[in-house]
């Protein structure tokens, strides 16, 4: 039986955590150094995005992103029982954990400023590293028996 524990206990390696605090503090920092409202003056002098409904911001990089972002989730769930291309090669279990990945995401993120996309990044970011941990958290105890039956 092996009792040693292993350099990362949630599953999820140092490096990920590391990056994901690093991240969070540039992203408070950004927002505490009042850089938002900077770029959004820049971008919209008179208060108002003047771009904001023209095709390439409405369209591709907005509504799109979002869209295609959707259109995977749904491909991961049907992945779950029918797995095609790349997802036959992937276990059914990293295949679930990427789908609540993307959901949580997606739940999470909502219409913002400039910065909101890198908030949005971070939030992705983070919920895949949380479901990461929970995955390797909820298989552990199972490890855990076997190994003591052996």
């Known amino acids: 039986m092996d009792t040693s524990?292993?350099?990362?206990?949630?599953?999820?390696?140092?490096g990920a955590w590391w990056c994901t605090l690093i991240g969070l503090a540039l992203l408070l920092a950004w927002d505490a150094?009042?850089?938002d409202l900077q770029l959004a003056r820049l971008a919209?002098?008179?208060?108002?995005?003047?771009?904001?409904?023209?095709?390439?911001?409405?369209g591709p990089l907005h509504a799109g992103v979002r869209q295609l972002t959707?259109?995977?989730?749904?491909?991961?769930?049907?992945?779950?029982?029918?797995?095609?291309?790349v997802l036959r090669r992937i276990p059914r279990s990293a295949r679930l954990q990427w789908l609540a990945g993307m959901l949580l995401g997606l739940l999470l993120v909502s219409?913002?400023?400039?910065?909101?996309?890198?908030?949005?990044?971070?939030?992705?970011?983070?919920?895949?590293?949380?479901?990461?941990?929970?995955?390797?958290?909820?298989?552990?105890?199972?490890?855990?028996?076997?190994?003591?039956?052996?």
């Open 111 to 150: 219409a913002h400023f400039m910065s909101h996309p890198l908030w949005t990044a971070w939030i992705c970011w983070a919920a895949s590293i949380a479901t990461q941990a929970v995955a390797h958290l909820a298989a552990r105890p199972t490890a855990g028996i076997r190994a003591a039956h052996d």
């Open 5 to 14: 524990v292993p350099s990362s206990t949630s599953g999820v390696g140092r």
């Open 33 to 35: 150094a009042g850089a």
């Open 70 to 85: 959707w259109a995977l989730a749904l491909w991961l769930l049907a992945g779950l029982w029918w797995p095609t291309g």
């Open 44 to 58: 919209a002098p008179g208060g108002d995005f003047d771009l904001q409904e023209q095709w390439p911001f409405a």
